[in-house]
């Protein structure tokens, strides 16, 4: 099964807002109407059996809110990663509560939020992710939608890692756009996921190359960034590309994301 690991959707009355207000920011094209609707039937299109979502939320009063949102656009192909807040209280225990609920995930954004991934009051929230063992969704590097500063660099990731080892990171955007270098140097080869979302046809050939060779293939997630890409045509991309095995683009294409999101796969 093919699984898009980073998809978002909007309701209803806000998503041509987001959509346009990103057009025009960033320059950033949409190709679903940014509703579940939309996504669904471009899953259809494209062959994915699954994609994970995500919308976060910039203000604490509205975790609860935009979690219960979430949790009623769950359909058997479309499951939710949960958002938080850096002043919203998380513990273990609120964690695994998420996880019962259905919730496959948490999805931070920090350029959103307002946090740098090292600042000392996320800490508690790692520390609790790292004991339930809830992957954590990160956006990486630059958003296009939004100017200086950037919040999640490749090297402050790093950081956080070396300090909550257990806590299962995955880096949105192959450790960030524009951070290839970066990257390269302080994240790949690291017990860290990356997923593909928004860069794989944008990436320099050789440059992606070297990061499906310097970094686990199993820690490698497809993403699509939908709807700001083409689900089919980012997958396609994946699937052809000539420097990976059959069984590569399996994994990246599904298989690791069905490892670590629903559980390990009988061989």
Known sequence: MFIDSHAHIFPRRKAPLVLQDLLQRGNIPHYTNGMLDGLIRSMESAGIGLSLISRITTKKKNVNAVNRWLLNCRRPNVLPLATVHP??????????????????????????????????????????????????????????????????????????????????????????????????????????????????????????????????????????????????????????????TATEKEKIAGGNAADLMLGPRKK
């Open 87 to 244: 002043d919203f209280p998380v513990t273990p225990d609120y964690l695994n509560t998420l996880r019962t609920q259905g919730f496959k995930g948490i999805k931070l954004h920090p350029d959103y939020q307002g946090f740098y991934v090292d600042d000392p009051r996320m800490y508690p929230f790692y520390d609790a992710a790292q004991q339930v063992r809830i992957p954590v969704l990160f956006h990486a590097g630059l958003d296009r939608g939004l100017p200086p500063p950037v919040h999640a660099m490749p090297k402050r990731l790093l950081k956080i890692h070396r300090q909550f080892p257990q806590m299962v990171m995955i880096l949105a955007h192959m450790g960030g756009e524009d951070n290839y270098e970066e990257t390269e140097t302080c994240l790949l080869g690291e017990n860290i996921y990356l997923d593909t979302a928004f860069v794989l046809r944008i990436m320099e050939t050789e440059t992606l190359k070297r990061f499906f060779r310097k970094h686990p293939i199993e820690r490698i997630l497809f993403g699509s960034d939908s709807p700001f890409t083409d689900q089919a045509a980012e997958l396609n991309y994946l699937l052809d590309l000539p420097f990976l």
